[in-house]
């Protein structure tokens, strides 16, 4: 009997051309998981993407290098949202997933960055406040939120980082899902040197 690739298999590609270092790696994942996708929509139910799927492509944008990581990773995370809107909840986003978009924004050069983090971060908030457990903020996520204002470039992208990052500051010392770690702290006042220090 014949072997066919299935959801696990093109899943795991997607997940190691997330750590590769190959220039192609964005043009090979978008062909796989066009073809998974297309297969899928034939009929092939051993193909239907999952939330793992949808993580590991936004993890293949925000390792990628490329200036719209953030922009791309977004509208990833919207088809996700879309699709789950219309009934699909397997793949109801989490905070892994938000995260992950978070990070792939703070490494792409869109001087609309921190606005973007800052507005999934709030959602976020929002949703867990709303009893949507899947969206508890935590540590990693506010570092990685924190990481994000350090890296706004311009002048007037710097005045919002640094207004998110006070925004932060307030989010680490009274929330009581973030932990006050060495961590944390030491990502802001990273950010804040390189926000202030020119």
Request: hydrophobic share 35%; glycine share 6%.
């Amino acid at each position: 009997k014949e072997i066919l690739p299935d959801t696990v298999a093109y899943t795991a590609l997607l997940q190691a051309l997330a750590r590769s270092r190959s220039p192609d790696k964005i043009d090979t994942a978008k062909k796989w998981f066009a073809e998974m996708e297309t297969r899928y929509a034939e009929g092939n139910s051993d193909l239907k993407p999952n939330k793992i799927t949808y993580t590991a492509l936004i993890n293949c944008w925000r390792s990628s290098g490329r200036p719209d990581s953030g922009e791309q990773a977004q509208q990833v995370l919207e088809l996700v949202e879309q699709r789950c809107q219309e009934g699909d909840h397997e793949i109801k986003p989490d905070a892994m997933l938000y995260s992950s978009v978070i990070d792939a924004w703070s490494r792409g050069q869109s001087t609309e960055k921190v606005e973007r983090a800052w507005d999934l971060y709030s959602r976020m908030r929002e949703q867990y406040a709303n009893g949507n457990i899947d969206m508890k903020p935590n540590d990693i996520i506010m570092s990685t939120l924190i990481k994000c204002c350090g890296f706004a470039q311009g002048e007037k992208s710097k005045k919002k980082g640094l207004k998110v990052l006070l925004q932060c500051f307030s989010e680490v010392t009274s929330s009581k899902n973030i932990g006050q770690s060495p961590s944390t702290f030491y990502a802001l006042l990273t950010s804040l040197s390189r926000l202030v220090g020119d």
